[in-house]
């Protein structure tokens, strides 16, 4: 039998369930009064989904007792951190939501065999700040560093600024405690620099967002803080395919930029009007991180494709204000009054320009706004579309644009999403996906895989894989 | 029902089995003739299993085509490259072998996307012989890359000497297509720096050995060719504690060497007999590269922990001397007469001087001879065991000896492999280690999923993760 789905009302002091979860956590760490259940109802795109009760779990072993006595009672799990998932991932109607932030000690950090272990609840920021005493750091740096726990990084195989260099979350990830969803609790992988002994369970549940298990201890690498911080540079060009262009060719000339983002027209206007600055206001902007020995190479590939202004900050102010430009994107562009979708396409670097150009084209026969910004180094484009959502027409073209960005990602050889996930937002494109690029059978795998897991389908239901 | 294991006589001419594979790939591509199907009996560690046909094919296709005979018959399937494997990986009683090498194409060299694409039957030397003339490398090299294969490599998540810095196969694999067990095509994960569509069945190939399908073609992450080579240096010390304390406070003083190799006294004296070579027989050599700027650091480093030699190498000759002395350690231990046993055993680096200080008391133990060397920046140890075939008493202290080091290296928080996979040589220590380490929920996981891509029991059987 798999899980109900259908909505519970929520239990109260005295119903069995309330009884027996305050029984294991404590009927201080539950949440179950629907005032407060609100903040559990909702991810940071607007998917919403009341569960039915939220536990605080102090402990692996509460987090087992939890997820068995759901299991008994074919109630759905999920495990959650921030909420700040942007695909519906950690919202689950009916559901016992498990968050782990309580659980948030870091348990080692080994400076020999360079690894952190620690709980799922810990923010990324909280544990760099750890890992910064010791002169370490984790690469992997979603914008949600400041409030996003390490298990739903694990979960949603995040990305972020650095990663163009470093790679995402799944490159980091050595060893991984979980509790299943039969309520028995496993470790994968070993924390060690290499391990061949058996299948690689490890990256089966990075990027399984929350439908596999509840992963309560991860154990990632972690390297030395570099001693040689990289230059700063802030470029504009006149056009999408000059700049997109310049992109190409700094990767063809094996220049690997330690962070390397884009802009366009519109998000510098809104940056402008919203935060009273007064940027170039050019079709593309550019900021990217160049190690010294690269920057001469680098400026003449920028400037020999048009670059209209090639700025290298002069200090550390002026390369935290260039920072800000990229990171000040999404506020500024909220600050515009619409209801904002951001989107999470990627397509080969050498594919980045028509593809922005696309974009564009799509946001005219569509009639909405379409911003984009992104990871222009590993060509993942975050579109964002602004919509009135008090209007069904703009709703359903703003819908119909984001289908449309998707699917043409997936045609020239791109995937659905980068670093924010399937969720329950592109269960029905991943099906797409998978379809055009990677056959059937690897999605039927997928399914078979989550049966495995799961048979009962308690963990994150009817979404994912499990919906694609 | 599960695919028959019992030996069957080869087929020939005539038989149904020999015209229906001649069907497919043509009789110039079958090897049926006992002498000629003794190359494939054999992997090379000595593990020894007569295949009822060998099968060269030449496209994706022809291979699955003959994967899907193989299942509607119930024959095991074994695919292989160069049969490199140390675990009895590679060979199968009465299975229909697949000799991948014909399949050895360079589909496309990306240099703005960093990826290359080949079928699975290339050699990683052949492979990076291509990429150097784009100015990038494939950077796992074990030191079987003159004769080991893409598939092979992906197979076994092989490792090498650059593993310390780079990691292993499993950190350079983008995308794979995959005949499944059931004959039909899949592909796994997309050429793209990011892709979060779906669940990561990519790494769940990586270090298969064979046994959930096969790989025909590889998406894999290349690298620039570093402009700036490091410098190489070779040191001796008096004992084990003095060079692992060293090897532990570079790690700790966040220095990351490009190569850490180790070499114990007797196979410096194997190499000074064989080779004629006169190297200092300390107990302990190291060869490490260093980038320059580390280098003070290093020797300091060296020099405190007591290294009774610090050399640094003065010129590209000297570089490649010492280079040999680890590549050829392999050859002047063979020349030693005995039958040899390479092992392969991961330990937390900081517990690396204590390990060889044991292996050296399980040798005295048993009555073997155990030589060690190893990749010392990540813990990776390869005693290898010296004993006399024709003697029961020699062979059963060889083994013995080989499951205590596997045995003390699980104790000391370790794995059972690091390199070279588990075969049918490790599956019981498989068992031990999970048991240990990540409980038997992971090791049940495994097998189910094992079930789920090869129900029929086809693939590579009766080993690894189904032997555990």
Redesign the interface.
């Known amino acids: 039998m798999r899980a109900k789905r259908s909505g519970r009302r929520a239990p109260r002091s005295g119903d069995p369930l309330w009884g027996a979860l305050a029984g294991i956590s404590g009927a201080q760490n539950l949440v179950a009064e629907a005032s407060r259940l609100e903040e559990y109802s909702e991810d940071m795109a607007g998917f919403r989904a009341t569960p039915a009760i939220v536990v605080r779990p102090g402990s692996e072993d509460e987090v087992r007792r939890i997820v068995s006595l759901a299991g008994r009672r074919k109630i759905p799990v999920v495990p959650r951190g921030a909420g700040s998932s942007l695909t519906g991932a950690s919202v689950s109607k009916g559901a016992v939501v498990l968050d782990m932030r309580r659980m948030d000690a870091v348990l080692k950090v080994?400076?020999?065999?360079?690894y952190v272990s620690a709980q799922a609840g810990i923010t990324l920021e909280d544990l760099n700040k750890r890992l910064e005493k010791d002169?370490?750091f984790f690469p992997p740096d979603p914008a949600s560093s400041s409030i996003c726990t390490v298990g739903g990084a694990v979960a949603?195989?995040s990305?972020g600024l650095r990663?163009?260099k470093y790679g995402?979350v799944?490159?980091w990830v050595l060893s991984l405690r979980v509790v299943?969803p039969?309520g028995?609790?496993?470790?994968?992988?070993?924390?060690?620099?290499?391990?061949?002994?058996?299948?690689?369970?490890?990256?089966?549940m990075?990027?399984?967002e929350g439908t596999l298990g509840v992963v309560t201890e991860a154990c990632l690498k972690i390297?030395?803080i570099p001693?040689a911080k990289p230059k700063r540079l802030l470029l504009t060009f006149d056009d999408w395919r000059s700049a997109s262009d310049a992109i190409?060719q700094l990767?063809?000339s094996?220049i690997?930029p330690h962070m390397f983002e884009f802009l366009d027209r519109e998000t510098i206007q809104a940056i402008n009007k919203n935060l009273s600055t007064s940027e170039d206001e050019a079709e593309a902007t550019l900021i990217v991180d160049i190690e010294e020995?690269s920057l001469g190479a680098a400026t003449e590939i920028f400037e020999r494709n048009g670059a209209r202004k090639v700025v290298m900050a002069k200090d550390a102010n002026e390369e935290e204000a260039f920072y800000q430009i990229r990171s000040m994107a999404y506020l500024a562009i909220r600050g515009l009054g619409k209801a904002v979708q951001v989107e999470d396409i990627?397509?080969?670097?050498?594919r980045l320009g028509e593809y922005l150009m696309k974009v564009k084209e799509i946001a005219a026969k569509r009639g909405v706004k379409i911003l984009v910004n992104g990871?222009a180094?590993?060509?993942?484009v975050h579109p964002v579309i602004l919509y009135d959502e008090d209007d069904k027409k703009s709703r359903a073209a703003a819908f119909h644009a984001f289908e449309e960005l998707c699917r043409y990602g997936i045609s020239v050889?791109?995937?659905?999403?980068?670093?924010?996930?399937?969720g329950t937002q592109?269960a029905k494109l991943?099906r797409e996906?998978?379809k055009a690029?990677?056959?059937e059978?690897?999605?039927r795998?997928?399914k078979?895989?989550?049966k495995?897991?799961d048979p009962e389908g308690i963990m994150n239901p009817g979404k994912y894989?499990e919906a694609?």
């Open positions: 080994d400076t020999v065999n360079w002169g370490f949603e195989g990305g990663c163009v995402t799944k490159d299943l039969n028995k609790v496993a470790s994968f992988g070993e924390p060690l620099a290499k391990n061949r002994a058996g299948f690689d369970l490890v990256h089966l990075v990027g399984s390297i030395p001693a190409s990767k063809a094996k690997m020995p990627v397509v080969p670097v050498d990871h180094g590993d060509g993942n050889g791109g995937s659905i999403t980068g670093e924010h996930g399937v592109k991943l996906q998978m690029h990677e056959g059978e690897a999605l795998l997928m078979e895989i989550k495995v897991f894989v694609a």
